[in-house]
């Protein structure tokens, strides 16, 4: 999985799941599909717990403590959200 980027992981893993979900395909070709699709899972795991420990070490004070922050995102019609999913 050299130069695997996590956006081509996800588009990769999105694809294998539809051609499962499909059906219609072999159990060897449903079992390999399977065991990429794993591969793809664990991979995409790992870099979003690297991103998480940067995030992390980016929040941390001056005394090396962690400050819990409550992450809003923004929905497509530009809006925040907090945690909860619900609109700020």
Same mark, same amino acid.
């Given at each position: /999985?050299?130069?695997?980027?996590?956006?081509?992981?996800?588009?990769?893993?999105?694809?294998?799941?539809?051609?499962?979900?499909? =059906?219609?395909?072999?159990?060897?070709?449903?079992?390999?599909?399977? @065991?990429? =699709?794993?591969? /793809?899972?664990?991979?995409?795991?790992? @870099?979003?717990?690297?991103? @998480?420990?940067?995030?992390?070490?980016?929040?941390?004070?001056?005394? =090396?403590?962690?400050?819990?922050?409550?992450? @809003?995102?923004?929905?497509?019609?530009?809006?925040?959200?907090?945690?909860?999913?619900?609109?700020?």
């Amino acid at each position: /999985m050299t130069n695997l980027t996590f956006e081509k992981a996800l588009a990769d893993l999105e694809e294998i799941v539809a051609k499962l979900e499909k =059906g219609g395909i072999s159990l060897n070709e449903s079992l390999a599909l399977f @065991e990429k =699709g794993v591969k /793809m899972s664990r991979f995409l795991r790992g @870099e979003l717990d690297k991103a @998480e420990r940067k995030v992390e070490i980016l929040l941390k004070d001056e005394k =090396g403590k962690l400050k819990a922050e409550d992450f @809003e995102a923004e929905t497509d019609d530009g809006e925040e959200t907090g945690e909860d999913g619900g609109k700020a």
